[in-house]
């Protein structure tokens, strides 16, 4: 059996710049920095948590404290849901994809994402993504990318008792691109922005010809 794992923002909703945006402002109520780098490439860790430690250190010279962590978390959350439905849409034919795998005696599903536990739920339920019982792990979970990935397979080795003859990533950024190559895992883009990969998941039939 094989496992795909999905990252959320850009590969199956269209939630990038919503995210970023919210993303943003929430740092700055929260840690109460106006003007920060907002080229996420220049972060070593591009996670909420990650970045947002980064910040913490790199403009306020403190390490940012749990009650921070979380209180960012929620503002993210409370600044998301100020958005309309339609900021929170699939990548076309993410939902049925997605669904196609899940049924699929073929392949484990798990989700792997920087965003935080909150946020990741809202836009996946937003978009109408159903991942009950989907094996999760955001930035809640770890700093690192390549760890919050890791959880996900653990997860779902977990869940399905196993251990798996291949691991698949979907992602649609070079950080997911790197981290990937790191774990030695299979990658698939979704997007366009990054090479190998497909724009969206309307041509289904090839992209599952790519994991058979």
């Not at 780098?37 to 390490?63: I, K, L, M």
């Not at 969206?200 to 010809?209: A, F, K």
Request: charged share 25%; proline share 2%.
């Amino acid at each position: 059996m094989k496992l795909i794992v999905f990252d959320i923002d850009g590969t199956l909703t269209q939630t990038n710049e919503v995210d970023s945006r919210c993303f943003e402002e929430a740092l700055r109520v929260v840690l109460g920095v106006e003007e920060f780098d907002t080229c996420w490439e220049n972060y070593q860790f591009v996670t909420d948590s990650g970045v947002a430690q980064e910040v913490s250190q790199r403009y306020r010279d403190r390490p940012i404290n749990g009650a921070e962590m979380t209180a960012l978390h929620e503002k993210i959350v409370e600044l998301l849901k100020k958005n309309p439905v339609s900021a929170f849409a699939e990548i076309p034919g993410a939902v049925d994809f997605f669904q196609s795998l899940v049924d699929s005696e073929d392949f484990a599903v798990a989700l792997a994402t920087g965003a935080n536990e909150l946020s990741a739920r809202y836009k996946l339920e937003t978009a109408g993504i159903d991942f009950e019982g989907i094996p999760l792990a955001t930035s809640s979970d770890a700093v690192v990318r390549e760890h919050i990935m890791l959880h996900a397979m653990d997860r779902a080795s977990q869940k399905h008792e196993r251990a798996f003859s291949e691991i698949v990533y979907f992602g649609d950024a070079v950080w997911d691109v790197n981290a990937t190559a790191n774990l030695g895992w299979q990658f698939i883009g979704i997007g366009g922005k990054v090479p190998d990969g497909f724009i969206d998941y309307r041509s289904s039939e090839e992209i599952l010809n790519r994991l058979r």
